[in-house]
C-alpha cells in the first residue's frame, strides 16, 4: 500500500526502504520512488518498488596500517627505502631522489612500441655535501627506492607540495599493478631562477590502490628496470 506524506515532512531514504518490504541501502537492492497525488493536494502519496542489481566491489586507497602489512609479504611492496618512519604516511609512502639526468637526445613515441626510442641520459654529478643546482629545464630522476606491486595493487604518486611552491614539479606514469622496478620520473624546473636539490631528499608521495580484482600484471619492457 503507498505510504502516505505529508506536505513539508523530509522523508529518509531509509524510509523508503521500510516502506518497501524491509530493504537497506546496504543490501545492494535498488529503491525506485513514484510520487502520485492522493485526494488532497496536501497529501501526495509515494509509492516504491525494490529490485536486486548486482554491484561490483569499489576500489580504495591503501592506509597506512595495510601498507604496513604490505611491507611485510614476500617481495615487500618496496624496499631500499632510507628511513621508513619518516617515509610512510598516513595514506602512502614518500619516494626519495637517487639521480638526477639530462636528457641529451630526442626520443620517439610510434604507433607500434617496436620503434619506440626514449632519449639518451647524462647523469649529473651532486657536489661534496649531496646537492646539486638545476637550472629551470627538464630532467630524468630515479628513484633510491625499489616498488614491488601486487597483482591486486597500482599506485600514482603526486610531487610533495614543497616543490611546488618553488617552481617545481615531478610528472609520473602511471605504476600497474604487477610492476616491479626502480622507477624514473620527470623533474620539470619551471623557476626561472633555478632549484637546489639534495641527493636522498623525499620528492614525490606514492598512493597505492587496492583494484576490484586481480589482474593478469604489467608485462612491459620497463618490468624490473634499474635492479643491478
Known amino acids: ?34 510520487k502520485t ?69 630526442p626520443g620517439q613515441l610510434a604507433a607500434s612500441n617496436s620503434q619506440r626510442v626514449v632519449s639518451v641520459l647524462a647523469p649529473l654529478v651532486f657536489d661534496g655535501v649531496g646537492f646539486i643546482d638545476l637550472v629551470s629545464g627538464a630532467y630524468l630522476i630515479t628513484f633510491n627506492e625499489i616498488v614491488h606491486l601486487p597483482d591486486n595493487v597500482m599506485a600514482l604518486a603526486r610531487p610533495r607540495s614543497s616543490l611546488l611552491r618553488c617552481g617545481v614539479t615531478v610528472d609520473t606514469a602511471v605504476w600497474d599493478a604487477g610492476y616491479s622496478g626502480r622507477s624514473q620520473s620527470l623533474l620539470i624546473v619551471y623557476n626561472p631562477q633555478g632549484f637546489r636539490l639534495q641527493r636522498n631528499s623525499r620528492i614525490v608521495q606514492l598512493v597505492f590502490f587496492q583494484l576490484t580484482q586481480a589482474t593478469a600484471g604489467y608485462r612491459g619492457i620497463y618490468q624490473n628496470e634499474n635492479i643491478a
Open 37 to 105: 497525488r492522493g485526494n488532497h493536494p496536501a497529501s501526495p502519496q509515494v509509492s516504491c518498488r525494490t529490485e536486486k542489481r548486482y554491484t561490483k566491489p569499489m576500489s580504495a586507497v591503501i592506509s597506512r596500517p595495510d601498507i604496513q602489512k604490505l611491507l611485510q609479504r614476500e617481495p615487500p611492496l618496496l624496499e631500499g627505502y632510507l628511513d621508513l618512519e619518516n617515509q610512510l604516511q598516513p595514506n602512502g609512502i614518500d619516494l626519495t631522489l637517487g639521480e638526477v639526468a639530462l636528457l641529451q637526445t
Open 1 to 34: 500500500m503507498p505510504m502516505v506524506i505529508r506536505a513539508g515532512e523530509v522523508l529518509h531514504p531509509d524510509c523508503f526502504a521500510s516502506a518497501c518490504g524491509g530493504w537497506s541501502r546496504n543490501d545492494n537492492h535498488f529503491i525506485q520512488a513514484t
